[in-house]
C-alpha cells in the first residue's frame, strides 16, 4: 500500500514567518495574529483540510545581525514581535477534536519542572493531542537577553538537552503511575500515596528534588519534534526524536538527510521506520497552471528578498549586508544553525544568489502549479525521497491554506495518498496508527516508567 502523506500547517505567532513581506498583501489576515479568532479559525480550517497538526515555531531573541541592526526586522516584522506559543492551545483545542499541536520551547531558557507541569496540563486539555518541537536555541541575543554573555558552545547545548530530557522522563513518566488516581470519594483517596514517587535528579546541568504536579496525562510525554541535522543533532534525534524536520533543496540532497535521520535512529537501538520526517514545503496553487503562476507573480511582488536575507543571516551569523551584490561571502564556522552556514560552506553564495534564492521571502522549495501538479509533485517527493509528510509553509493567510485545502487535498485523495477521516485517539497514535498512547518500547523515555523499581540513572546513547 502506498504511504499516505502526513501533513502540518506550519505557522508562528507573530506576523512574519517564512515568506516575509507578505504581510503586505491586501488579502493577508497575518496582522490579527493577537486575536483568538484568528487562530481558532485557523485551527477550524486546518481540521475541516483532516491537517494531522498545526506545526508552531517559535524564536527567543532577535535577529540583529543583517546591518547589524533591528532595523528591518522591525520594519518587515520578521518573526518581531512574536507572543508565545503554547497559550495558543487551549483555545484551539476547544474547538476541534482531532487537529494535534506541534509547539516549540526552547529549553535553555525554560526549567524543566515547570515546564513538564506545562507540557501536562496541555496534554490533559487537549486530550492528548500536544507535541513539542524541542529545541536548545541559537541567537547570541537571545543569551544575552536572559542575562548570558553568550550561546553554549553548539555541541555542548546538545549535551545540556540530554539531560533535560532525562528530567522530563522522569518526571512525565517516573513521578506517578498509571493507576495512581483512583478518585475514590467514599475513602477519600484521591491519589494513592503508594503510587507517586519523588524524582531525585542530581545531574550536571539540573537537580529537581520533588514530585511531578500533574497526573499522567493521557500521552505522558508529548510527541516529540526535533530539527537538528548536524552530527551531534542527529545523534540527539535519534535517541529522542519521534518526528524530525528537515528542510530540503533538492530530491537527492533530501534522500541523504532522510536517510541519516534512520541511521541515527538505529543506531540508538529504535526502529528507524518509526520516525516520521517532515521537510518544510510551500505551495502555490489555483485552479490552472496559468492562474497559479498569476498568483505565484503578484505574490512576488508583495513579498520582501531582504527580509529573507536578513532571516537567513541570523540563521548563520553572518552580516549579508556587509558584502557587495556579487562579492563572495565567506564562510565562517560560527555558533549558529550549523545547516545553514553548511550551505554557504559547499557553493558559491553572493548576496545577489541570496535574494533570488529568498525572491517569496523565504528559501523553502516551492511549488506552484495545477492541483493535480501540485500533487503529483508532492507525491514524487515522498516516493523519491523517504519522506513521510511535510510542514506546509503559509504565504497569504489564511488564504494559502483554504487553496490547499480546497484544491490539493481531494487530488491526494483521489490517488489514495491522504486520508478521507480522522483515526481516533491522540496525536501519537494518529501519527504512527498505535495501539496505545505512550512512548513505544524501544524509546529511551518508556524506560523511566514508573515500575516496581527506580527509574534508570546512566547517560543516553550519544554515538
Given at each position: 500500500?502506498?504511504?499516505?502523506?502526513l501533513?502540518?500547517?506550519?505557522?508562528?505567532?507573530?506576523?512574519g514567518?517564512?515568506?516575509?513581506?507578505?504581510?503586505?498583501?491586501?488579502?493577508?489576515t497575518?496582522?490579527?495574529?493577537?486575536?483568538?479568532?484568528?487562530w481558532?479559525?485557523?485551527?477550524?480550517l486546518?481540521?475541516?483540510?483532516?491537517?494531522?497538526?498545526?506545526?508552531i515555531?517559535?524564536?527567543?531573541?532577535?535577529?540583529?545581525?543583517?546591518g547589524?541592526?533591528?532595523?528591518?526586522?522591525?520594519?518587515?516584522?520578521?518573526?518581531?514581535?512574536?507572543?508565545d506559543?503554547?497559550?495558543?492551545?487551549?483555545?484551539?483545542a476547544?474547538?476541534?477534536?482531532h487537529?494535534g499541536?506541534?509547539?516549540t520551547?526552547?529549553?535553555?531558557y525554560?526549567?524543566?519542572?515547570?515546564?513538564?507541569?506545562?507540557?501536562?496540563?496541555?496534554?490533559?486539555?487537549?486530550?492528548g493531542?500536544v507535541?513539542?518541537?524541542?529545541?536548545?536555541?541559537?541567537?547570541?541575543?537571545?543569551?544575552r537577553?536572559?542575562?548570558?554573555?553568550?550561546?553554549?558552545?553548539?555541541?555542548?547545548?546538545?549535551?545540556?538537552?540530554?539531560?533535560?530530557?532525562?528530567?522530563?522522563?522522569?518526571?512525565?513518566?517516573?513521578?506517578?503511575a498509571d493507576d495512581?488516581?483512583?478518585?475514590?470519594?467514599?475513602?477519600?483517596?484521591?491519589?494513592?500515596?503508594e503510587?507517586?514517587?519523588?524524582?531525585?535528579h542530581?545531574?550536571?546541568?539540573?537537580?529537581v528534588?520533588?514530585?511531578?504536579?500533574?497526573?499522567?496525562?493521557?500521552?505522558r510525554?508529548p510527541?516529540?519534534?526535533?530539527?537538528?541535522s548536524?552530527?551531534?543533532?542527529?545523534?540527539?534525534a535519534?535517541?529522542?526524536?519521534?518526528?524530525?524536520?528537515?528542510?530540503?533543496?533538492d530530491?537527492?540532497?533530501t534522500?541523504?538527510?532522510?536517510?541519516?535521520v534512520r541511521?541515527?535512529?538505529?543506531?540508538?537501538?529504535?526502529d528507524?521506520q518509526?520516525v516520521?520526517?517532515?521537510?518544510?514545503?510551500?505551495?502555490?496553487?489555483?485552479?490552472?497552471?496559468?492562474?497559479?503562476?498569476?498568483?505565484?507573480?503578484?505574490?512576488?511582488?508583495h513579498?520582501?528578498?531582504?527580509?529573507?536575507v536578513?532571516?537567513?543571516?541570523?540563521?548563520?551569523?553572518?552580516?549579508?549586508?556587509?558584502?557587495a551584490l556579487?562579492?563572495?561571502?565567506?564562510?565562517s564556522?560560527?555558533?549558529a544553525?550549523?545547516?545553514?552556514?553548511r550551505?554557504l560552506?559547499?557553493?558559491?553564495w553572493?548576496?545577489?544568489?541570496?535574494?533570488?534564492q529568498?525572491?517569496?521571502?523565504?528559501?523553502?522549495?516551492?511549488?506552484?502549479?495545477?492541483?493535480?501538479?501540485v500533487?503529483?509533485?508532492?507525491?514524487?517527493?515522498?516516493?523519491?525521497?523517504?519522506?513521510?509528510?511535510?510542514?506546509l509553509?503559509?504565504?497569504?493567510?489564511?488564504?494559502?491554506?483554504?487553496?490547499?485545502?480546497?484544491?490539493?487535498?481531494?487530488?491526494?485523495?483521489?490517488?489514495?495518498?491522504?486520508?478521507?477521516?480522522?483515526?481516533?485517539?491522540?496525536?501519537?497514535?494518529?501519527l504512527?496508527?498505535?495501539?496505545?498512547?505512550?512512548l513505544?518500547?524501544?524509546?529511551?523515555?518508556?524506560?523511566?516508567?514508573?515500575?516496581?523499581?527506580?527509574?534508570?540513572?546512566?547517560?543516553?546513547?550519544?554515538?
Amino acid at each position: 500500500m502506498a504511504k499516505q502523506i502526513l501533513l502540518n500547517a506550519f505557522n508562528m505567532n507573530c506576523i512574519g514567518h517564512i515568506n516575509h513581506g507578505l504581510w503586505t498583501h491586501p488579502r493577508d489576515t497575518s496582522t490579527q495574529y493577537k486575536t483568538l479568532d484568528y487562530w481558532t479559525s485557523l485551527a477550524r480550517l486546518l481540521e475541516r483540510g483532516l491537517f494531522d497538526g498545526l506545526f508552531i515555531a517559535d524564536i527567543v531573541g532577535t535577529y540583529d545581525i543583517y546591518g547589524q541592526s533591528l532595523d528591518l526586522t522591525l520594519k518587515e516584522s520578521i518573526q518581531l514581535p512574536v507572543n508565545d506559543p503554547l497559550l495558543l492551545v487551549s483555545a484551539m483545542a476547544a474547538v476541534t477534536r482531532h487537529l494535534g499541536f506541534g509547539l516549540t520551547a526552547n529549553l535553555t531558557y525554560e526549567a524543566p519542572y515547570l515546564f513538564a507541569r506545562r507540557l501536562s496540563t496541555l496534554d490533559h486539555l487537549s486530550n492528548g493531542r500536544v507535541g513539542w518541537n524541542i529545541v536548545t536555541g541559537y541567537l547570541d541575543s537571545a543569551a544575552r537577553a536572559m542575562g548570558l554573555t553568550q550561546q553554549p558552545e553548539h555541541d555542548r547545548r546538545y549535551d545540556q538537552a540530554d539531560e533535560y530530557l532525562q528530567v522530563l522522563y522522569k518526571l512525565l513518566e517516573g513521578s506517578w503511575a498509571d493507576d495512581a488516581v483512583v478518585a475514590d470519594r467514599q475513602q477519600r483517596v484521591y491519589a494513592r500515596p503508594e503510587k507517586v514517587r519523588k524524582v531525585d535528579h542530581q545531574g550536571e546541568f539540573y537537580k529537581v528534588d520533588g514530585y511531578h504536579l500533574c497526573e499522567p496525562s493521557p500521552q505522558r510525554t508529548p510527541v516529540l519534534f526535533q530539527a537538528g541535522s548536524s552530527q551531534r543533532g542527529l545523534a540527539f534525534a535519534g535517541n529522542h526524536a519521534e518526528c524530525v524536520f528537515i528542510s530540503g533543496q533538492d530530491k537527492a540532497a533530501t534522500r541523504a538527510q532522510v536517510d541519516k535521520v534512520r541511521a541515527a535512529a538505529q543506531a540508538a537501538g529504535r526502529d528507524p521506520q518509526a520516525v516520521k520526517v517532515f521537510m518544510g514545503i510551500t505551495v502555490i496553487v489555483a485552479a490552472t497552471e496559468q492562474q497559479a503562476q498569476a498568483k505565484h507573480a503578484e505574490y512576488l511582488h508583495h513579498a520582501s528578498a531582504e527580509a529573507g536575507v536578513a532571516h537567513f543571516a541570523a540563521s548563520t551569523g553572518i552580516d549579508f549586508a556587509a558584502y557587495a551584490l556579487d562579492e563572495p561571502i565567506a564562510f565562517s564556522q560560527g555558533n549558529a544553525i550549523q545547516s545553514a552556514t553548511r550551505q554557504l560552506q559547499e557553493n558559491a553564495w553572493t548576496r545577489r544568489r541570496l535574494l533570488q534564492q529568498h525572491a517569496l521571502g523565504g528559501r523553502y522549495v516551492t511549488l506552484v502549479g495545477a492541483p493535480e501538479q501540485v500533487a503529483e509533485e508532492l507525491i514524487a517527493w515522498i516516493d523519491e525521497t523517504g519522506l513521510d509528510g511535510f510542514n506546509l509553509t503559509r504565504t497569504v493567510t489564511p488564504e494559502s491554506f483554504e487553496d490547499f485545502i480546497d484544491l490539493v487535498i481531494p487530488q491526494l485523495q483521489q490517488r489514495g495518498r491522504y486520508k478521507t477521516a480522522y483515526a481516533e485517539g491522540t496525536l501519537r497514535e494518529k501519527l504512527f496508527q498505535a495501539d496505545h498512547p505512550h512512548l513505544p518500547a524501544d524509546h529511551p523515555g518508556s524506560a523511566y516508567r514508573f515500575t516496581s523499581t527506580p527509574a534508570p540513572t546512566g547517560a543516553l546513547h550519544h554515538a
